[in-house]
């Protein structure tokens, strides 16, 4: 199980989606990850579906493996630790001492009160880069609040930018706001780890779901802070792009965008439109009328059955799409292309696929090009699968 972190120790504390996302990515990414969890229950996603997924040789509903734990637990080892227990509290103890790494995200001060705090683990361990992730940050007026996602990408401004309309706030199909935070704070360990070569010391890294969407507010953050302007939802049509989005056509509908003039005119050639008519001319302008500019082509559009459309806009150099359904995507050429889906062999459900990492890493020679991206993944565990076999390590008498 080589890659970039190999030879790096995660101890990952985490659970629900957030910590466990970006300990997934450390694991992608080579490094040992072992997720300390509750005796009995484990990590909450354990109980989230359905849908649950029966193994076959268990057919009872103490065995069902949830899907959604299974989505963010790959490349991990499970040990059950009660860290109210004196006697648990010493073998994380003994893992903090070995580790490189330490994912939370507990409440501010939860593990301070269970004798974790950041003074204690850089005693402890002065080389631990710690990663802490919160709801809303971890000082200032709300730094307190319980952090669940849907609410979330409401407080964050997300949901007013995403639905039909103004009036119509939508949450994005999935947990974004968690998802953004473990990419932000897996990519803030990758920049503690390197500053961590130059110094010899770890530090705390910190970020929040409402960090996070915030971070990803792009044009809609300085539409409000440099020009004044309040973003708000559009539905599938782009608020400073036109035409860009989804557009109505024979039995069907096809996305396309034309973020340049060249583009642009390119369409209305192929369509037999005029890309200088009155308050078509430039993005700005169409952007103003946009309304005018879905109409006039939904009405080219109309005859024109999808497939065809998408083919006759390829042939323009037209960027297009359709939109697929999940099941769709993973049956795609393209999807399966990029290494994006892998097959693991688990405890219970035997061999199954899962959602491959994002990443992919290529050593460059004379010769081209050389793919040095892991290949071999392991299955997401079941609760305190690994507990003997680290216990026995941390004693000495276990590899």
């Known amino acids: 199980m080589t890659g970039p972190l190999d030879g790096i120790l995660v101890v990952d504390l985490t659970r629900a989606l957030a910590g466990p996302h970006a300990a997934m990515m450390l694991g992608d990414l080579g490094a040992r990850v072992i997720k300390v969890e509750s005796p009995g229950t484990g990590d909450d996603t354990r109980g989230w579906g359905p849908p649950f997924v029966q193994p076959p040789a268990l057919p009872d509903q103490t065995h ?10 790959r490349n991990k080892e499970s040990i059950t630790l009660d860290l109210k227990d004196e006697g648990d509290a010493t073998v994380l ?30 005693e402890l361990n002065p080389r631990l880069v710690q990663l802490s992730i919160s709801g809303f940050g971890h000082d200032g007026p709300e730094g307190g609040r319980a952090g669940y996602d849907q609410i979330a990408q409401g407080e964050a401004g997300l949901m007013s930018l995403t639905g039909s ?55 809609q953050g300085t539409a409000w802070t440099v020009a004044g302007k309040v973003g708000s939802a559009q539905g599938n049509h782009h608020p400073s792009i036109a035409p860009y989005g989804l557009f109505r056509c024979s039995g069907g509908s096809v996305q396309l ?26 993005n700005g302008e169409r952007v103003e009328n946009r309304d005018r500019v879905i109409a006039l082509l939904e009405d080219a559009f109309a005859g024109i059955a999808a497939e065809d459309l998408l083919a006759r806009l390829d042939a323009a150099g037209i960027p297009a799409g359709k939109v697929r359904t999940v099941d769709e995507v993973y049956g795609w050429d393209q999807t399966l292309s990029q290494g994006l889906l892998v097959d693991v062999d688990h405890a219970t459900l035997g061999r199954v696929q899962l959602p491959g990492p994002p990443l992919r890493f290529f050593a460059p020679s004379a010769d081209g090009e ?26 000495g008498s276990g590899s």
């Open 257 to 282: 965008s034309c973020g340049s003039e060249s583009l642009w005119r390119r369409l209305c050639t192929e369509f037999g439109l005029d890309p200088a008519a009155p308050g078509m001319e430039t």
């Open 370 to 395: 050389t793919e040095t991206t892991r290949r071999e993944h392991t299955a997401p565990p079941v609760l305190g699968a690994d507990g003997d076999a680290i216990r026995a390590w941390l004693s």
């Open 165 to 219: 309309g103004p009036e119509d706030p939508q949450r994005v199909g999935v947990p974004i706001g968690d998802l953004l935070a473990g990419m932000y704070g897996a990519y803030g360990v990758l920049a503690a780890l390197h500053e961590r070569e130059r110094t010899g010391r770890g530090q705390v890294v910190r970020t929040s779901l409402l960090a996070a969407i915030v971070g990803v507010h792009a044009f």
């Open 64 to 73: 069902r493996e949830s899907t959604y734990f299974l989505s963010a637990n």
């Open 93 to 122: 103890t003994e893992l903090l001492r070995r580790a490189d790494v330490l994912l939370e995200n507990f409440r501010p001060g939860t593990l301070t009160r269970l004798g974790f705090g950041t003074d204690v683990l850089a």
